[in-house]
C-alpha cells in the first residue's frame, strides 16, 4: 500500500528558505531585546538548515481476548452439521487459540466460541423430544378472549349504557309534562312519547354493538403461539435435538493508541510546533495485524514510521499477553520544521523555525550565553564598586535579554542603593532643618500654643527633605562616585529646606505660633459664642470676653475682634447702669409722693413697662407693686372684730427693698413724724333702716396705737 506522505523525507533548504530563516531570527532578536536592526544584521550569520518532517500516529482496532475458563455450551441441533464421530475430551490446560475463529468487525462486544470436538449430538431435556411445548397462555387452544369485548362479541352502547332504551327529552323520563314555574304540577302525560318517557335507542340492538375488535367473534389468534396452540422449544429451536459441548468467552474491546515525533534529535517544544499546522492525516485499515506490519514494510514507507508504528501495536498489547489485533486503522498525519544553525557574536546556535507561522523555538540559544557573559562582567565590576562599569554591561545584557534575572537584579540593586541613600539624606537636611526651627519656638518666640507649631516645623521641614531627595534621584543616580553623589544631595536637600523656611517667612508671611494661638482663640469664641456675641448687655457674656482677654494677653494671637467685642459690652454695661440708676430714683419719686394707691400702682407699672424694653432689671417695681397690693387690700378690707360700721385707717409708711444695684444717693427724711397719707374713703351705701331700729350714734376719737376710728 501507497502512503502518499508529503514531505516524508528531509531535505536540505534552498536559498530562498535560508534568506526567510535569516530575517524571521533578525525579526526575533529585535522584538526579544533592545538591539539596534543594523547591529544584529551586522553578528547573525546562518550557515545551514534543512527541513525536518514530523509525524503524528494514531491506531485504533478491535483487541481479541479469549478467556482460559472453559463452559458447558448447549446449542439447537441444525441439519447437515458436521459434528465428530464421537466427543474428544479436553486436555488442560487447553490452548483456546487452537480454536479457529474469523475475526469479525463491528463494535465492542463479547461472544462465546465452542470446541467442535467436544460437540455431541443428544435428545432435548427441555421439550423431551417434542420440539415444541403447549401453549400456557392460551391452554393450547390457539385463540384467547377479546380483551375489548371479553369474548362475549359484543360491546354494550354507549349511548344508552347498554339498555336499549334513552329517555325523552320533554318530560325527561317520567311520562307526564310538568307545569313549570314555582308550582311545577304535573298536568298530564306527554304527548312525545305517549306517557311511556322512554324510547327505543336506534343505535344498538338490545344495548349491544358488533365488536371491531375480534369482529363479533369473541376470539383473537393467541400471540404467544400465533393461534398454533405450541410453542417451539427455545433449546432445540423445534428439531428436538440439541448438540452439547464445552466452549470459551472471547471478548472483543476497542484500543487506540497515539505518538507524535520528529525524524531528527529535536526539543519537544519543536516537535509541537512542527505539528501545530500539520496536513490532513492519511488513513489506511488491516483486518489484521499481520497485514498491517507487512504493509509497513513495503518500500518507500519511512522507517521511522515502521518503528513508531511497531510500538503501538506492541503497546495495545502490552496488557494482554492472550489477545490479539484486528480491524485495525491507522492513521498518519505530517508536518515538519526548519532546523536552522549558524552564529551571533561569535556563539553559535540553532533554531527551529516553522515556515508558515513564523514561530521561534531554541534549540541552542546564543543570545542566553552573550548575555550570561554580561551578567558575569556586570556582577564582577559590582562586586569591585565600580558601578558605571556594571551598569553598562547589566544594560548591553539587557539589550540582548530583556528577562535576564542577573542584569535585572543588579539594575534593581543600583536604584535601590540610590533611593535609599537619596532618602537618608534627605531625612537629614529635614531632620536638621527641623530642629533649627522648633529652637526659636521654644526660646525666643511668645505664645500659648508651642508644641502644635513645632511639630508642624517639623514636619514641614522633613517633608520638603524627602521631596527635594526624590527630585534628585535621577542626578544621583548618574553621579558614581559614592562620595560625590552624598555631598551634592545633601547639601542640595539642604539648602531646598532652608529656602523654604525664608520664603515661607519673609514671602508668606508664614509663623506657626501665632496661627496656633489664633486657631485657638477662634476655637474657644466658638465654643463660648455657638451663636455670635449678643448685641445687648449680658453679664455671663461681659465674664466670658473679660476671661478669654485675659487668657490671650501673653499670646500672639490677634484680639482686635475680642477687644471690639468687650469694649461694646463695657459700653453696654454703663449704659445699663445709668438707666438702672434713672429707674431707682424715679420709682422712689412715685412711691414717696402723695398719691393715690391706684395712681402709684399704674405709674410704677407704667415705669416698669418702659425700663425693661431697655433691659434694666425691674425687680424693685415688681416688689413695690407687690407691697401697693397689700396696702390697698389692707385698706379696702373691712376691720375684723369690730363692729359693722367702723373704717380702720393706718397711716402709710415708706418702703425699703434691696435693689439689685447700688440705689442712688437720696436725702435723709427729717426726725419729725411723717403726715399720715391721705386715704380715699370707699363710698359707702346708704342703708335702709328697718322699722323698730334706733340710728347709731357716732362715736368720739380715741387713741389705739395711731390708729384713727371713724363713725
Not at 472 to 496: E, H, N, W
Not at 696 to 707: A, D, E, F, M, V
Request: aromatic letters at 6%; a positive charge.
Amino acid at each position: 500500500m501507497n502512503w502518499s506522505l508529503p514531505d516524508a523525507a528531509a531535505r536540505p533548504l534552498n536559498d530562498d528558505e535560508l534568506k526567510a530563516a535569516r530575517d524571521v531570527l533578525a525579526a526575533r532578536a529585535a522584538s526579544a531585546g533592545r538591539m539596534s536592526p543594523d547591529k544584529i544584521a551586522a553578528q547573525l550569520a546562518v550557515a545551514s538548515g534543512e527541513w525536518i518532517p514530523a509525524f503524528h500516529v494514531s491506531v485504533v482496532g478491535l483487541l481479541e481476548v479469549r478467556s482460559t475458563k472453559l463452559e458447558p455450551v448447549t446449542r439447537p441441533y441444525q441439519d447437515g452439521m458436521s459434528l465428530p464421530p464421537s466427543p474428544q475430551p479436553v486436555k488442560e490446560p487447553f490452548d483456546v487459540w487452537s480454536v479457529p475463529f474469523a475475526f469479525p468487525g463491528g463494535p465492542p462486544r463479547k461472544e462465546l466460541i465452542v470446541i467442535p470436538s467436544t460437540l455431541e449430538k443428544k435428545d432435548c431435556t427441555v421439550c423431551y423430544g417434542k420440539g415444541a411445548s403447549p401453549c400456557k397462555a392460551c391452554f393450547s387452544k390457539g385463540s384467547v378472549n377479546c380483551e375489548a369485548c371479553m369474548g362475549a362479541g359484543a360491546q354494550p352502547c354507549g349511548i344508552c349504557k347498554g339498555l336499549g332504551k334513552i329517555s325523552c327529552p320533554d318530560c325527561e323520563g317520567t311520562g307526564r309534562i310538568k307545569s313549570g314555574g314555582m308550582t311545577n304540577k304535573l298536568l298530564g302525560p306527554c304527548g312525545s312519547c305517549n306517557g311511556m318517557g322512554k324510547f327505543p335507542c336506534n343505535h344498538c340492538v338490545e344495548g349491544k354493538v358488533d365488536c371491531g375488535a375480534c369482529g363479533n367473534a369473541g376470539k383473537k389468534p393467541c400471540p404467544s403461539c400465533e393461534g398454533k396452540g405450541r410453542m417451539e422449544c427455545r433449546s432445540c429451536g423445534g428439531s428436538s435435538k440439541v448438540v452439547m459441548g464445552l466452549g470459551f468467552q472471547v471478548e472483543f474491546r476497542a484500543q487506540q493508541a497515539q505518538e507524535a515525533f520528529l525524524t531528527a534529535p529535536g526539543p519537544t517544544a519543536a516537535q509541537e510546533m512542527a505539528l501545530s499546522r500539520r496536513a490532513a492525516p492519511v488513513t489506511l485499515e488491516f483486518p489484521s495485524e499481520e497485514e498491517g506490519l507487512r504493509s509497513l514494510s513495503e518500500p518507500g514507507t519511512p522507517g521511522e514510521l515502521q518503528k513508531v508504528v511497531g510500538r503501538l501495536l506492541a503497546r495495545l498489547k502490552t496488557a494482554n499477553v492472550s489477545a490479539r489485533l484486528g480491524a485495525l486503522k491507522v492513521s498518519v498525519a505530517s508536518g515538519g520544521a526548519w532546523r536552522v544553525a549558524g552564529a551571533f557574536a561569535g556563539h553559535d546556535f540553532a533554531y527551529w523555525i516553522h515556515p508558515s507561522s513564523k514561530a521561534v523555538v531554541a534549540e541552542r540559544d546564543p543570545m542566553k550565553e552573550v548575555s550570561l557573559e554580561s551578567s558575569e562582567s556586570a556582577r564582577a565590576a559590582a562586586g569591585r564598586g565600580d558601578w558605571e562599569t556594571a551598569l553598562d554591561a547589566a544594560r548591553n545584557t539587557l539589550d540582548l535579554d530583556p528577562q535576564d534575572p542577573a542584569a535585572r537584579a543588579l539594575a534593581s540593586r543600583w536604584r535601590s542603593q540610590t533611593l535609599r541613600e537619596s532618602l537618608l539624606l534627605g531625612v537629614g537636611a529635614g531632620a536638621a532643618g527641623a530642629v533649627l526651627a522648633i529652637i526659636p519656638i521654644f526660646t525666643a518666640a511668645k505664645g500659648l500654643n508651642r508644641t502644635g507649631p513645632a511639630a508642624w516645623s517639623g514636619a514641614a521641614s522633613l517633608a520638603v527633605g524627602l521631596l527635594a531627595a526624590w527630585a534628585l534621584l535621577p542626578v544621583a543616580r548618574r553621579l558614581f562616585q559614592t562620595k560625590q553623589r552624598r555631598i551634592i544631595v545633601g547639601s542640595s536637600c539642604a539648602g531646598a529646606v532652608a529656602v523654604f523656611f525664608l520664603v515661607a517667612k519673609a514671602v508668606i508671611g508664614w509663623d506657626p505660633v501665632r496661627n496656633a494661638d489664633q486657631e485657638a482663640l477662634e476655637g474657644d469664641m466658638k465654643a463660648k459664642f455657638k451663636f455670635g456675641v449678643s448685641a445687648v448687655y449680658d453679664e455671663p457674656s461681659l465674664r466670658a470676653l473679660q476671661a478669654i482677654d485675659e487668657k490671650y494677653k501673653a499670646g500672639r494671637a490677634d484680639l482686635k475682634e475680642l477687644n471690639g467685642y468687650l469694649q461694646a459690652q463695657l459700653m453696654l454695661k454703663k449704659e445699663r447702669e445709668t438707666l438702672t440708676q434713672e429707674f431707682l430714683g424715679k420709682l422712689d419719686e412715685i412711691v414717696y409722693s402723695g398719691m393715690f394707691l391706684t395712681d402709684k400702682q399704674a405709674q410704677v407699672a407704667d415705669l416698669k413697662d418702659r425700663y425693661s424694653l431697655h433691659g434694666v432689671d425691674t425687680t424693685p417695681a415688681d416688689e413695690v407693686l407687690k407691697s401697693l397690693e397689700g396696702q390697698t387690700a389692707r385698706t379696702v378690707a373691712p376691720v375684723r372684730g369690730r363692729s359693722s360700721g367702723r373704717i380702720s385707717i393706718t397711716p402709710l409708711r415708706p418702703l425699703r427693698w434691696k435693689a439689685t444695684t447700688r440705689r442712688p444717693a437720696v436725702k435723709a427724711p427729717s426726725h419729725k413724724k411723717a403726715a399720715p397719707a391721705k386715704v380715699s374713703k370707699p363710698v359707702k351705701k346708704k342703708k335702709r333702716i328697718k322699722p323698730n331700729q334706733e340710728p347709731k350714734t357716732p362715736q368720739k376719737k380715741s387713741p389705739s396705737r395711731g390708729r384713727t376710728t371713724v363713725n
